[in-house]
């Protein structure tokens, strides 16, 4: 039995790609804020790109199979956190997300939970040992998946309550979801938006605006439709070739609504053109299908769970925040993977990364 | 090991490989949005991107000055500055309204009824929420730039009325371009432009109206100034030189104080007019800034009606001024010989009614009736004469007509006539009413401007002089109206006598020494001796003085009007201070109100009064 896994067993290629996204978001962040009161933010970008790496190297180091085992002691810790963050949360921008540590770090704890359900679900769905997943394996999928969606929606962040919903859909999936099952599941959601459109009252304001700005945007121009139109604006005016780094004028005048985190890609595509989005899609691209080769690789179906679990997460924000730039989803709160600014959302890729990482050595350990 | 853990299944490689397909097609899907946006859509959103960040402030150029005849400042332009609401941005400005109207002092209901205002307009116009913002303003926004960015301040070029209520009738006021304006000259004239709405600012608009400027520059998301792209300056208005003389105005508001009336003072050789009074009056520098709603309903429905300019607005009954032009008519028409003689018992009975004077002279002739201002003996020079020829004298002296000043909307008056009363009323002219016609009542409506130039006319043999108020005036035309020497000397001399004889209506209290000072009261019944009669009272009357001096050829001219003053004698005093002033200045001593800029060079002026104003008959 091999103890320890040597350099070669580490996803050169994978790392490759982050590390070309994660640069291409540390000199747009730079961009974007140098000539601002912003300025230096890039500095501590690079920094959660330490600890992320750091990070990463230590979740690799404890074998996965020992994480899954502590399933259900993780997510009764991640459960009470949540309770735990409605109760004493430290309150910023209207919502509570954040615990304080030691007075240090303000650490996200939904972000925590997003690692959490990618392991709880690969241990839930491991242990069903069929292919074909039956009614009530989903109605437990569901369950399990639902409980901290609800307690993230009441903090309340709607972007990362979501997140978590693909983790179980992709993981339902793998683990050999019939047909007529899913075919049903995408009918009931049909039926559910309606639904849930007629519920919109119950919805805080301000994401009743977001839904209401985002299917009407031309009603209100520069009120709440304002952050999708001047994203418009930054993505069509940058052109083919882009307007050159540090000249995109909407994002140096600040017309880009947080052009360093959640509207980086709007910042991007202004400076660096269609040309500049490709290479960045590409790139991402290129990691979700290098995430499913390592997924293909995995010694087990519990690796394939958890590996295919990180990807469907990363797969949804890109998704969701790339459509959000261009205005086909409303406003939602989704970073960009790696580009867009911030502590917790960095290191959570990280760490997912590092559960990849720690499937991958482990594909030939017996 | 546990046994979730064990190794048993194969993984599911076609739905791995399905995952990749679906993950590749939704990039495809994402490329193809972000390809529309920049390379179809490209150039929509390129100039939006720069109406986004370039913005044009107009640079507001001053409206020029209004100077005296001495080049002392009556109206100039000052930079201020209006405090801005944009309202763009909804949220942010509901937020930021409570601490707006703290630190800028404005109501809660105020600045509600002004955003509702606005309401129907385009987002990106901002409100003016303070148009004259105080140093304390000025402080609060920039201070507060980043917390409340809803706040702007605007350069703005305000006009500035030192003299306050003086000559404002004339000067005028300005205002926001109206609607109607605005459709006449698109092209001159943007919304909110400030134009002349009345008297000199209106007249001259176009004059002392400047080029504005325009400056482009880059503003960021919160609507900073980043950089100036370009710059346009603004092409300040020139400045016009009036002909008013601030001295003499000043004697003349001075002396009306509280009176209700109006006065013109011109030059009587070139009609420049020196001043100009119209009471109850307003303050421009309201208008300057916004004049509230219910300040301006006030000021259009106060009865006084203090925004008319009753110096070429007002058309009233001239009384006994008009004996002037009846004294005229009677010489040059030659209907009756110019020792024509009437017995005066203190009334007299014409078509079966009576007539009253206000007392008995006795003998009367031309000199008596004008220096004592014998009704009875006008009403036998106007049955003499009738009205078609009254009427030909009348309007030949320039009344009934607009004189053609400088000044927007002056009212022509009426000199009644047969054609006239048969036009207007399908009747025939009834010869009793020549009676009352000749004593400057009944239906003949003159206005005060009138008056000074017609007793100029007759005092210079006929030459009507066109008044105005801009000093280098082009094209001016005098009207000519021959009238033969000997009249002149006749009428000119019983004006003499009205201020100088003892037996003169003004009873010698307003005579000037060594000043050749004539002139003509009037009182002016505002309604009918019946009415009287019956009401047992004299109701108020209006009384007007127009004196002039030297006694033939004058120099100086002033017509006054006070409305309800009673007997005209009582206006005189006011005349007589006016051309006392004028007399004074030219002798070199210069009138109380003046001001230090004032003082001519020190020297060569010569203490006794010109040969003119000593020449005695």
Not at chain 2, 108 to 113: A, I, R, V, Y
Not at chain 2, 282 to 299: G, S, T, V
Not at chain 2, 382 to 410: C, F, H, M, N, Q
């Amino acid at each position: 039995m091999k103890e320890h896994s040597s350099i070669q067993d580490i996803d050169w290629p994978l790392l490759g790609i982050v590390g070309a996204i994660s640069g291409i978001g540390v000199l747009e962040i730079y961009s974007s804020t140098h000539a601002s009161a912003m300025a230096g933010m890039q500095w501590k970008q690079l920094m959660w790109i330490g600890i992320g790496l750091v990070g990463m190297a230590l979740i690799s180091r404890i074998d996965y199979h020992t994480l899954l085992d502590q399933a259900p002691a993780l997510y009764m810790f991640g459960v009470v956190s949540l309770l735990v963050v409605l109760v004493i949360g430290y309150s910023r921008l209207g919502a509570k997300r954040w615990i304080s540590i030691g007075g240090i770090a303000n650490l996200q704890v939904s972000e925590i939970m997003k690692l959490i359900i990618i392991i709880v679900l690969a241990r839930f769905l491991a242990e069903v040992h069929t292919d074909r997943l039956s009614l009530a394996d989903l109605f437990k999928i569901g369950v399990l998946t639902l409980i901290p969606v609800v307690l993230i929606l009441k903090q309340p962040d709607l972007g990362t309550a979501m997140v978590l919903v693909p983790v179980a859909v992709v993981g339902a999936f793998f683990a050999g979801i019939e047909w007529k099952h899913l075919l049903v599941g995408a009918l009931l959601i049909g039926l559910l938006i309606p639904l849930a459109w007629n519920m919109r009252r119950h919805l805080k304001p301000y994401q009743q605006q977001r839904i209401e700005t985002f299917l009407h945007p031309e009603q209100d121009q520069r009120g709440a439709g304002y952050q999708i139109l001047q994203s418009e604006i930054a993505v069509g005016s940058g052109g083919f070739w882009g307007k050159g780094f540090g000249k995109g004028s909407q994002n140096q005048l600040g017309f880009v609504p947080v052009r360093y985190s959640d509207f980086i890609l709007a910042a991007l595509a202004e400076e660096q053109g269609f040309i500049g989005v490709c290479v960045v899609l590409l790139l991402y691209l290129g990691l979700i299908l290098r995430l499913v080769d390592n997924a293909q690789k995995a010694k087990d179906r519990a690796g394939m769970f958890v590996v295919m679990g990180v990807t469907s997460i990363l797969g949804f924000h890109v998704l969701v925040n790339a459509s959000m730039v261009i205005g086909y989803m409303p406003v939602t709160g989704i970073p960009l993977p790696l580009m867009s600014y911030g502590g917790s959302a960095t290191a959570f890729v990280f760490l997912a990364l590092g559960l990849v990482m720690n499937v991958r050595m482990r594909r030939f350990v017996n | 090991m546990a046994p979730w853990n064990v190794n048993d299944q194969k993984l599911p490689q076609g739905r791995l490989a399905l995952f990749s397909y679906v993950s590749a097609a939704l990039v495809v899907v994402l490329l193809v949005g972000f390809w529309k946006l920049q390379v179809v859509q490209s150039e929509h959103y390129s100039d939006l991107a720069e109406k986004n960040g370039i913005r044009p402030i107009a640079i507001i150029a001053p409206r020029g000055a209004m100077l005296d005849r001495e080049g002392r400042v009556l109206v100039d332009s000052y930079p201020s500055f209006s405090i801005l609401l944009l309202r763009d941005n909804p949220k942010l400005l509901e937020k930021s309204l409570p601490q707006i109207e703290d630190g800028l002092g404005i109501s809660k209901e105020d600045l509600q009824q002004q955003l509702d205002a606005a309401k129907l307009e385009p987002k990106f116009l901002p409100v003016v929420v303070k148009p004259a913002a105080s140093e304390a303003d000025i402080a609060f926004v920039e201070s507060h730039r980043a917390d409340l960015p809803v706040l702007d301040l605007m350069m703005v070029q305000r006009r500035r009325y030192p003299l306050g209520e003086m000559l404002a009738n004339t000067i005028g006021y300005v205002g926001e371009v109206s609607p109607q304006e605005l459709e006449k000259n698109p092209d001159r004239y943007r919304p909110g432009d400030i134009v002349g709405k009345a008297g000199l600012e209106k007249e001259y608009n176009d004059q002392i109206v400047g080029t504005d400027g325009m400056r482009r520059v880059v503003v960021n998301s919160v609507g900073k100034v980043i950089r100036t792209l370009d710059n346009v300056e603004a092409i300040p208005g020139k400045p016009i030189q009036l002909t008013i003389d601030e001295d003499l105005q000043r004697v003349a508001e001075t002396d009306f104080a509280s009176k209700q009336g109006a006065l013109v003072a011109m030059d009587a050789r070139t009609g420049e007019i020196l001043a100009m009074v119209s009471r109850p009056t307003f303050d421009p520098n309201d208008f300057a800034i916004r004049i509230p709603a219910q300040e301006w309903a006030a000021l259009n429905s106060d009865p006084n009606t203090p925004l008319l300019n009753r110096a070429i607005q007002a058309q009233l009954a001239p009384g006994s001024v008009f004996k002037v032009v009846m004294a005229t008519a009677m010489l040059e028409s030659k209907a009756l010989p110019p020792t024509y003689t009437v017995y005066c018992p203190g009334y007299a009975n014409f078509y079966g009614r009576t007539f009253h004077c206000d007392h008995a002279h006795g003998s009367v002739d031309l000199h008596k009736g004008i220096v004592a201002s014998c009704d009875v003996y006008f009403y036998n020079v106007g049955k003499a004469l009738g009205i078609d020829r009254i009427s030909y004298y009348a309007g030949g002296l320039g009344l009934g007509k607009r004189t053609g000043v400088d000044l927007p909307s002056e009212e022509p008056g009426l000199i009644p006539s047969e054609e006239w009363v048969e036009r207007v009323y399908h009747h025939k002219w009834y010869a009793g009413s020549t009676i009352s016609v000749a004593i400057g009542q009944g239906a003949v409506m003159v206005t005060p401007i009138q008056l000074a130039r017609m007793i100029v006319g007759v005092a210079n043999g006929g030459t009507l002089i066109p008044p105005h108020l801009l000093k280098d005036a082009q094209g001016l035309k005098s009207g000519s109206f021959p009238i033969s020497d000997d009249t002149v000397q006749q009428v000119t001399d019983g004006m003499w006598g009205v201020v100088n004889e003892p037996d003169g209506t003004t009873s010698g209290t307003v005579k000037l020494q060594n000043i050749d000072f004539s002139g003509k009261t009037g009182t002016a019944q505002t309604e009918s001796f019946e009415l009287q009669n019956k009401l047992g009272k004299h109701l108020k009357e209006n009384g007007w003085f127009v004196g002039y001096a030297p006694r033939r050829n004058p120099e100086i001219v002033v017509a006054a009007l006070v409305q309800g003053a009673g007997w005209g004698s009582s206006v005189a005093p006011i005349v007589r201070d006016v051309v006392k002033a004028y007399y004074d200045k030219k002798s070199g001593h210069l009138p109380q109100t003046s001001t230090a800029e004032n003082i001519p060079p020190s020297g060569g002026v010569a203490p006794a009064a010109p040969a003119s104003a000593t020449q005695q008959p």
